[in-house]
């Protein structure tokens, strides 16, 4: 059985207007979308901006409200879920973010950046074992477990990223959305967190969705590419298969839209 | 319960109440890793010690002024006043140091010298800008004790949720802001009586809008970054979201909007007792003094010095917050080592 399985998702938002704010349109920024992520696995979703490839993962985390289709989480049905019930799923399913100024809370120290998910899902934990696993998941993502006092604007962006690579891992997680996680960052530091992620993947049976702009980050990670263009996917191979016989016009468009030395 | 709350002893015990609350709070930061950062950063900031410093010795002055112990003859009186005992009045206007009453007819000796002169009244009038910082403290603190947690907590709440939420909260103060607010001012003041109380109720009904609308727009912004995004992933309630994310990222503008906020309802205080609707008869305040002088600048000679210590003892309280003010933002400031 498939880890996640999506089926016909639609994400639409409401264009209003007029003093009564009626609902005359929809901007269709996901529009009847399926695929499926087997366990274990990394799936690339690569499109231009504005394709709707992270409404696509906000969708799947319900961070964003599904207009319709389903979304199976190990068999599970997720969207009709209430915010209670799907509580117990976030442990399961997290996401790393693109902008990594943003995504860290400024006014909060790493330690409790990182410890706030155990906090929600492990209210058990005393202190003390809360700042070993902190200090062990700074270890985990190439941190010293000293840097946990400081602030997130005392880092660089590529120890930011690790930062919240760290926060996403603090459950335990199965699933990982990437969203864009290394656009923001310099080629050299990409290097580094793409193959973060691999080892972690390696070591911790992790199954990401993998979501960039970036054909070549996308082609060194994944298993499995899909292709989104103007809220639908346009193609879906197996990586090699996408880079070596394009089938659909967008796809070869992106290709060649490729940087190459040489 | 009027006069339950008009006796000695509970007026006392309210004050030590007040007091114990402060210092409970700043006992319980004290714990909180972030303010003994800031407590230490503060520490370094001279300038910021010496505003800190001045406020100080204004609320020990309005505390002395607070505490009333009785005296023998069944009346009560302040500490402040009791310890300015040696300090006689006169019958009216005198110059600063002067030796002679203000009297162009008929200057008589005075009983005492005063350093900044005296009142209509003869009072001292360094003396009576000393009891002042009651009345500012009171309706500062009381107030913004009332209107702060009041518009940051709609603020932030209607920034949040938005949808019908912030609808209602806006159409509420919008409501509110549409009223020329000195018209409501003196009909809450004309429905619930004068005093130094209910001043600060009805400055509080109606001073939370800036401050609501103010966090209301810097938390639509801060509800939009990433790190609430990331929070929500985690599964974080909505309540430790709007506590412990964005509270801590709006806290500046507050902190501000209350040091700007205090000078404007100490003037507020001035304006409403210009209209007859202020401090209670006899209480000493700035802004009666101020009031006051609009005649007294149009005599002759010219009593300048009530004016004088009331300016320069509200410019002091200003001055000292807004320093002080903006040393916590810098403490509180991570980005700053």
């Excluded at chain 1, 960052?185 to 580094?192: F, G, I, K, T």
């Excluded at chain 2, 979201?241 to 509270?247: A, M, V």
Aim: positive net charge.
């Amino acid at each position: 059985m498939a880890l996640l399985e999506v089926q016909n998702l639609r994400t639409y938002f409401p264009v209003r207007s007029g003093v009564l704010r009626r609902h005359v349109d929809d901007i269709k920024a996901v529009d009847d979308v399926s695929f499926t992520i087997e366990e274990g696995t990394t799936v690339g979703l690569v499109g231009e901006s504005g394709s709707g490839k992270s409404t696509i993962g906000k969708t799947i985390l319900k961070l964003v409200p599904a207009t319709g289709g389903s979304v199976l989480f190990r068999g599970q049905e997720i969207l009709p879920m209430s915010e209670g019930e799907f509580r117990p799923l976030r442990r399961e399913m997290q996401m790393i973010f693109q902008d990594p100024f943003g995504s860290l809370n400024p006014r909060h120290p790493v330690r409790q950046i990182v410890g706030e998910a155990l906090e929600i899902h492990f209210p058990k934990m005393t202190r003390g074992e809360r700042a070993d696993r902190v200090a062990e998941l700074l270890r985990q993502v190439g941190l010293q477990p000293e840097m946990g006092t400081r602030y997130p604007h005392e880092f660089s962006g590529g120890q930011r990223q690790r930062i919240g690579i760290a926060r996403a891992l603090a459950v335990k997680p199965r699933f990982i959305v990437c969203d864009e996680a290394v656009s923001a960052l310099d080629v050299s530091v990409q290097a580094q967190i793409v193959n973060l992620l691999q080892d972690l993947q390696e070591e911790l049976g992790l199954t990401y969705l993998f979501i960039a702009h970036d054909l070549a980050v996308v082609e060194h990670i994944s298993d499995h590419v899909l292709v989104m263009h103007r809220g639908k996917i346009v193609e879906s191979a197996p990586a090699e298969a996408i880079y070596q016989s394009p089938q659909h016009e967008y796809t070869r468009k992106l290709l060649s839209a490729v940087p190459s030395f040489g | 319960m009027n006069t339950l709350l008009d006796s000695l002893w509970v007026q006392n015990a309210l004050v030590f109440a007040g007091l114990s609350l402060v210092a409970g709070l700043i006992a319980s930061g004290a714990r909180n890793e972030r303010w003994r950062r800031a407590l230490r950063r503060l520490r370094r900031d001279r300038i910021g010690l010496c505003a800190g410093a001045g406020i100080a010795v204004y609320l020990l002055v309005g505390l002395l002024e607070m505490v009333q112990i009785p005296t023998g003859d069944g009346g009560r009186v302040s500490v402040l006043v009791r310890m300015a005992g040696g300090v006689v009045e006169e019958k009216s206007y005198s110059a600063p140091l002067a030796s002679h009453s203000l009297s162009v007819a008929r200057p008589e000796p005075l009983k005492g010298r005063h350093l900044l002169g005296t009142t209509a009244l003869g009072k001292d009038t360094l003396l009576q800008a000393l009891r002042a910082c009651r009345t500012a403290l009171i309706i500062g603190g009381v107030t913004s004790l009332i209107y702060i947690p009041l518009g940051t907590l709609l603020g932030i709440t209607a920034g949040y949720y938005r949808r019908w939420v912030d609808d209602l909260i806006s159409y509420v103060y919008s409501t509110l802001a549409s009223i020329p607010e000195i018209l409501l001012l003196v009909s809450i003041l004309m429905a619930l009586g004068k005093g130094l109380g209910t001043m600060s109720l009805a400055l509080g009904v109606t001073s939370w809008v800036g401050l609501c609308r103010l966090i209301r727009g810097e938390t639509m912004r801060q509800a939009e970054r990433p790190y609430v995004t990331a929070a929500r992933a985690l599964g974080q309630s909505h309540w430790k979201i709007i506590t412990s994310h964005l509270l801590p990222n709006v806290l500046h503008l507050v902190l501000i909007n209350f040091v700007l906020g205090f000078s404007g309802l100490v003037l507020a205080e001035a304006i409403l007792s210009y209209l007859g609707v202020g401090s209670p008869v006899g209480t000493p305040s700035w802004g009666a003094m101020i009031d006051g002088a609009r005649d007294e600048l149009s005599r002759d000679p010219v009593v300048w010095w009530n004016l004088a210590a009331a300016t320069g003892a509200l410019f002091g309280l200003v001055l000292s917050l807004n320093v002080f003010g903006d040393a916590l933002r810098r403490a509180f400031d991570p980005k700053r080592g």
